[in-house]
């Protein structure tokens, strides 16, 4: 396995350019998935993807060998992350005035008798969970990533957030409630026709 | 428990996360409460959401560039940094024996790695700090050269 490759050439500068070849090939899709779904936007999810080799890359001397090669990525990548919004105030999407004064907003269905099934739904709510996503603060977020998008363990998550498992649950619980309450706001129908669909 | 502890660990319950005691109230209180599961029904068709939306595609173009620009990257190399700070600690370990030598001339003794003799790291290497002449200052060998 890669991992272990990975743990037999900790430190060895020579061999660390041929190795990070075959990490990137591993790992960049997924790494750029939760780039994207963190960043909102492709340019800024390319720079935080950048960002987060790079430094893996750099520092690799001090790669944490009780953690996975992308459990250590995603953690510098969570860094970079917070680093960035921090830096700046705010995500750049984040814009959370979409609603039209009726109630009616850009995303939601305008047919309700379209009966789409339940992937064109789940299409159409993408943007809307962006913007969700988008809304909450960098830890929230990434936890609700981490879990539901990767699909990690609560203690993993702990590991890669360095926070206690209490504190992430408590993260995603109320980070899918704040995405909940803004699906139930800005595209109402579409929500509850893919709650039907289920 | 009450429905609001209850509807606080739902989506640990629905991860799989809870154990024990916690779950099989979890379950007793979900299987008399409608509110209750209501709520859970709601968060699991969310987490259905989430976990089922498309994974953003890089372009096509992306893993070459960044991997160029990854390995563009000059690397932090431990073992030349040890290297350097070697020399540098055998430098001043000489200069420091000499001062030792000029301070107290030859009436103490020169068991210089004695039990009482620590060694510590720092910025710059390795500092020993000798405190044989423990009613005195204790002398440090390696004097502030360098940046901190
Ligand atoms: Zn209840």
Known sequence: MLFTAVKEKTGVVADRGRLFESLIQDSY?????????????AAEAEDLVQESFVRAYRFFHRYDENLPFTSWLYRIMTNAHIDMVRRRGRLKTTSLENSGTDGSSTWDLPDADAAPDRMMLSNALDEPVQKA???????????????DVEGLAYEEVADIMRTSVGTVRSRIHRGRKQIRTYLLKNAPQTYRSFCDEL | MNCKSVQNRLSAYLDRELGGDELLQMRAHLSMCRDCRTEA??????????????APEPPADFAAKLTANVLRQKVEEPRRAFRASAL?????????????????????HTDTNGPNSRVLEGNMGILTIDDRFSNTAPVISAANFGPR
């Open chain 1, 133 to 147: 996503l988008s809304s909450m603060t960098p830890e929230f977020r990434m936890a609700v990533l981490l879990a």
């Open chain 2, 88 to 108: 540098m600690f055998a430098g001043v370990t000489a200069c420091s024996m000499a001062i030792t030598f000029a301070v107290y001339g030859m009436s103490h």
């Open chain 2, 41 to 54: 029904e709601g968060l699991r068709s969310l987490r259905a959401l989430l976990g089922g939306m498309a």
């Open chain 1, 29 to 41: 899709k997924q790494a750029y998935g939760l780039a994207y779904r963190l960043t909102g936007n």
